[in-house]
């Protein structure tokens, strides 16, 4: 059964600071995995997608990294701004029996950025 | 083009009556999926539709149960509901039959049940 885990659950940051947020997952036998961001009370935005031939994706300030053999994903966000504040959920696309994919979620990291 | 949108976006029931909750997909987007977010277990798999049809179902009691139109509008159905249900129902659709295009997700459903 496939798990995810984001480390931390929350990380407070000034402005301006570079940062990395992890996901890792125990089954390597994923399709893609995606980082989402959500903002408090609202749905999910997709910020990247990682298909699992690939190794990153950059999009703005942010950069995505995947590490298929060792279960590991980062979101690297630089130059850090208030409105980067939301929880960043990361979640691994995962082929079920039917044949069929699905989206297996992490918990989330709360990120404040502090002006 | 018009994003996901789920209706209604808050809703209070109390315990044992049913609700039905409804999603649109972005236009020309063939898959929906269901998703459960609470505190506790965050964000959990409900189902999946592609054409009308459930492809995937996740880990949850028969109570609930979900549709697909042929305009690909979906709704999802909750019977006898429990405290528990209480939760931020979200709706994610995509265009093809694979997972590995990007999901794009609805606002959510605010459910809570007393």
């Known amino acids: 059964k496939q798990e995810v885990t984001q480390i931390p659950a929350a990380l407070s940051v000034p402005e301006g600071e570079n940062l990395v947020l992890n996901c890792s997952f125990t089954?390597?036998?994923?399709?893609?995995l995606q980082w989402f961001r959500q903002d408090p009370g609202k749905g999910l935005t997709s910020l990247l997608l990682?298909?699992?031939?690939?190794r990153e994706q950059t999009s703005g300030r942010l950069n995505a990294s995947l590490d298929k053999s060792s279960g590991r994903s980062t979101l690297y966000i630089a130059a850090s701004q208030p409105g980067d504040s939301a929880t960043y959920l990361c979640?691994?696309?995962?082929?079920?029996?039917?044949?069929?994919?699905?989206?297996?979620f992490g918990k989330g990291t709360k990120l404040t950025v502090n002006p | 083009k018009a994003g996901v949108t789920q209706t209604p976006r808050y809703l209070i029931k109390t315990r044992g009556q049913q609700v039905t909750l409804s999603c649109s997909p972005i236009?020309?987007?063939?898959?929906v999926s269901w998703y459960q977010q609470t505190p506790g277990q965050g964000l959990q798999f409900l189902f999946e539709?592609?054409?009308?049809?459930?492809?995937n179902k996740g880990n949850f009691p028969g109570r609930f149960s979900g549709r697909q139109f042929s305009n690909s509008r979906s709704e999802m159905n909750v019977s006898t509901l429990e405290l528990g249900d209480s939760a931020l129902y979200l709706c994610?659709?995509?265009?093809?039959?694979?997972?590995?295009?990007?999901?794009?997700f609805g606002p959510g459903t605010r459910l809570t049940v007393l």
């Open positions: 994610a659709s995509s265009f093809g039959p694979r997972g590995t295009d990007t999901q794009y």
């Open positions: 089954d390597s036998a994923i399709y893609n």
């Open positions: 990682i298909q699992s031939s690939q």
């Open positions: 979640a691994v696309g995962t082929l079920t029996q039917g044949g069929s994919e699905k989206l297996v």
């Open positions: 236009s020309g987007h063939r898959s």
């Open positions: 539709y592609f054409s009308e049809t459930q492809r």
